[in-house]
């Protein structure tokens, strides 16, 4: 993708000043979340990441940035979060932070709908609601800071895997969880993408693998069982390209059945190396976590409110201005392949 491999230069710059190892980063914070009574007040900076779950390596990657910026601009940290990624499974984490008094949740909703109540409670009580990564409803939150455009991240997906197949033939799509905001936006894209696009590719199939390693690795066999002309497979989630790249490696379909999604590079180097996949794209995470703890702190001192045009400092980042919808958007996606890889380490 032409659009991708410009930004190569100063996006590695970025990145390689910042790498991580994935194992740990998840850090519960410097110090304690605040007890009760503090939320709404402007020097409250104790800010809490709430992701889909714990333990992926995407969100430790998020969190660590999150509280680089956190350490910045001297608040406190912390990240709390469910093991399985499921609707509801964030509502006690919510509602535990509001009774702590918390000056902002940062989460990325396992549902548009199902956590909107308690969220709304926090926002009450004085907590402002910043999401990230995946939305909920705009009713229920102060600002989404967004990794790339729906449109972009669809069309950088649509287009790799068309390449790679000669723009012919069956694929499918392995997704994280069936009520997951961003992905639901992405592959409704997609299918339009493909539709104008690539009339020659059809999408036979869309699978749901929870953003769990092995029941994303299970729904890959299964995939390539029930469909013996699948050419290629699209899974726009850290959890589920890795899981499925790890199942074409060790099997016949390595080198036959053409992978690409949304991966990091540290998970995915091997397969591309190896050769189980040609290419695949991301946004830089850890960006994405600092970009959105800086929009909290904005928030929490009355420096933005959440309304079209209004702007903020976000450290080393820069300048960034609220769209419609109190939308921030982060930037382009970019494509990792075996040529630029190596340049980075997250």
């Known amino acids: 993708m032409t659009f991708a491999h410009k930004r190569v230069a100063a996006l590695a710059a970025v990145v390689v000043t910042a790498a991580l190892a994935l194992t740990g980063c998840a850090d ?41 910026a956190v350490e910045e601009f001297k608040g406190t940290f912390n990240q709390v979060g469910p093991a399985q990624a499921s609707p509801d499974a964030q509502v006690s984490y919510i509602n535990t932070a509001t009774q702590q008094g918390v000056g902002a949740l940062v989460v990325s909703a396992n549902d548009p709908k199902a956590i909107c109540d308690a969220l709304n409670q926090a926002r009450k009580a004085g907590v402002k609601v910043v999401t990230f990564d995946s939305d909920t409803n705009p009713e229920c939150r102060d600002l989404f800071i967004n990794q790339a455009t729906a449109e972009g991240i669809a069309k950088v997906q649509v287009d790799e895997i068309a390449t790679q197949i000669g723009d012919s033939g069956e694929v499918a799509i392995l997704s994280a969880s069936a009520n997951a905001t961003n992905q639901n936006a992405w592959i409704d894209l997609m ?37 013996p ?103 382009d996606p970019f494509v990792f392949t075996k040529d630029n890889i190596d340049t980075f380490n997250f």
């Open 28 to 68: 519960t914070g410097s110090s304690s979340a605040p007890t009760g009574g503090s939320a709404g007040k402007s020097d409250n900076l104790a800010i809490t990441f709430l992701p889909k779950n714990l333990g992926n390596p995407y969100f430790d990657t998020s969190a660590k940035g999150g509280k680089a």
């Open 191 to 227: 299918k339009k993408d493909l539709t104008a696009d690539h009339p020659n590719v059809k999408l036979v199939d869309v699978v749901y693998g929870n953003d769990d390693d092995q029941t994303s690795f299970d729904k890959t066999a299964a995939l390539l069982q029930s469909h």
């Open 229 to 331: 002309n699948l050419k290629g497979i699209i899974s726009p989630t850290t959890v589920g390209v890795a899981a499925a790249a790890r199942y074409l490696s060790t099997s016949a379909f390595k080198g036959k059945v053409a992978l690409t999604g949304l991966g990091t590079p540290n998970q995915m180097r091997e397969y591309v190396k190896d050769g189980t996949v040609t290419s695949f794209a991301l946004w830089n995470p850890e960006d994405l976590g600092y970009l959105s703890a800086y929009a909290a702190q904005a928030l929490i001192k009355g420096d933005i409110t959440g309304k079209e045009g209004d702007s903020f400092k976000a450290g080393k980042l820069g300048e960034f201005t609220v769209g419609a919808d109190g939308v921030v958007l982060l930037g």
